[in-house]
């Protein structure tokens, strides 16, 4: 997973680099520099995985007994602290150091809010989702995730039967509400849709969040009830039909999704929707209290779930500048020892995951004197590198990544090709294409190259033109597309 572990009979060790052996350096170290002993630790992946699982029981036990008055406490109280002796045994075992790491929250959901400002956290969940991320980091296994949730599924229904809302009606029947009603309901329910995939598919982490799962479920039941009435024929023809089913998706698809068209077509029946609202006056209705609740605590996530994803991103910025910053130092002592520059090639993967799925963000450091490719992009196995930098090594499935392969495919070196001879190359690639229209095939490939919001143009980072003045991809109307990827 890192530069510098090394594997054997089941020890991880954490030793100097080659470069650092060259210069004297021998201690083992800590992220941080500090010199240590060795260690190594065991990591069982059902152990993490069951802690994991449990640790979302403690959130939305811990949530729900301080949002949710109608609570039942004390079988709150006692879940808690049933759940908190099963991790504590859990700890003993094979966990990596998350035994080291590892403090009781609190000592009961009662004290919670005292002792969380003991610890200098803002409120009682704030101590919760910090251990929650420790767990995340040891990547727990999707698989094993599976079998836990299914060992403790008497813990998982006690703990959703006892941080279910109980006050007030929790149904709203859409059929007997007039047009100008349903109008201004699909608005407010679909702005709270919007919302919730807006923080989650942009963040490019995932993480957990158990009451903005179900909120976006049972919005998106409340929007197809809706949608299902006969006066809504005309909306209804607009919701996009490849929005995610769940928030647990791949991340990665629903990152491509919402890139490559999703937040469009999303706009695009919010527009509907506005329309319509605008035309009957903006009427505006009251809507049940348990509603309203409903919808502030889904304020109340998404500012949480941004709030954590912006803080996630800052340590990982962080990360990368002190590796930068150690890396830039390591090779300035090597020429002071040696007396001689040397061409450093430092390229590593920095690889940090998140609750349920997880993605790579590949970081190269280049430092390269060789002379630069007559070529904008050239590609090396199965990576395409433009002016040397390698671009979307995590966006292969996409659409737009497929197209420009095929596009490079045929014309390495640039060139013009015919849409005929590209669509070819394009259906061999993605048979789901076979059934398109030569118009709709044209319009795709002219969407996955060269649209300014969704192409590859865009998500590779390239600019508008190259320093030749001429666009590195550019249609031929009626004819083809240009790719002037010779450097002059």
């Not at 004390?74 to 790491?101: F, H, P, S, T």
């Not at 919701?239 to 077509?265: A, F, Q, Y």
């Not at 669509?423 to 048979?431: G, H, L, T």
Request: charged residues 30%.
């Amino acid at each position: 997973k890192y530069d510098r572990i090394i594997v054997q009979d089941a020890h991880a060790y954490f030793c100097p680099s080659e470069d650092e052996a060259d210069i004297g350096v021998d201690d083992w170290t800590t992220s941080d520099g500090k010199v240590v002993a060795p260690k190594s630790f065991y990591v069982d992946p059902e152990n993490i995985a069951s802690l994991w699982v449990l640790w979302q029981q403690l959130y939305l036990l811990t949530r729900s007994y301080h949002d949710n008055n109608a609570i039942d406490r004390a079988q709150a109280e006692g879940l808690y602290l049933e759940i908190i002796d099963i991790v504590e045994n859990i700890l003993r075992g094979e966990v990596g150091d998350l035994n080291e790491k590892y403090k009781r929250p609190f000592t009961s959901l009662l004290s919670s809010t005292i002792e969380s400002k003991s610890k200098n956290a803002e409120k009682p969940i704030d101590l919760i989702n910090d251990f929650l991320v420790k767990i995340s980091a040891f990547e727990p296994y999707p698989k094993y995730i599976a079998e836990k949730f299914d060992q403790y599924k008497d813990i998982i229904s006690r703990v959703s039967s006892v941080t279910k809302a109980v006050e007030g009606k929790s149904k709203i029947d859409m059929k007997s509400l007039s047009y100008e009603q349903a109008i201004f309901l699909t608005k407010v329910i679909f702005s709270q849709i919007y919302k919730i995939l807006q923080v989650v598919c942009t963040g490019y982490i995932m993480q957990s969040n158990e009451q903005l799962y179900s909120a976006y479920v049972i919005l998106m039941d409340q929007l197809r009830e809706l949608l299902s009435r006969k006066d809504f024929l005309n909306i209804e023809k607009d919701l996009p039909p490849d929005m995610p089913e769940n928030l647990l998706s791949m991340i990665d698809s629903m990152d491509v999704w919402w890139d490559c068209g999703g937040n469009t077509r999303m706009m695009s029946l919010i527009g509907t929707i506005e329309t319509e609202w605008v035309r009957n006056n903006k009427q505006t209705f009251p809507l049940p209290t348990w509603f309203i609740s409903f919808i502030t605590d889904i304020d109340n996530s998404v500012t949480e779930y941004r709030k954590i994803n912006d803080k996630n991103w800052e340590n990982i910025l962080s990360k990368i500048d002190n590796d930068r910053k150690k890396n830039g130092d390591m090779v300035r002592d090597y020429q002071k020892i040696t007396g001689t520059p040397q061409k450093v090639i430092h390229e590593h993967t920095h690889h940090f995951d998140n609750n349920i799925q997880e993605k790579d963000m590949v970081l190269n450091h280049r430092y390269d004197g060789t002379k630069p490719d007559s070529f904008y992009i050239i590609k090396k196995g199965d990576d395409f590198y433009y002016n040397g930098l390698p671009i979307l090594a995590s966006k292969k499935n996409t659409d737009y990544y497929k197209v420009f392969c095929a596009l490079y495919a045929k014309l390495p070196e640039g060139g013009k090709v015919p849409y005929k001879v590209l669509i070819a190359e394009i259906v061999s690639r993605m048979p789901e294409m076979k059934n398109k229209s030569d118009d709709e095939m044209r319009k795709f490939i002219q969407r996955n190259l060269t649209d300014k919001n969704n192409g590859f143009i865009r998500y590779a980072d390239i600019p508008e033109t190259e320093d030749n003045g001429h666009p590195l991809i550019s249609v031929v109307r009626g004819s083809g597309v240009l790719f002037n990827n010779k450097k002059g």
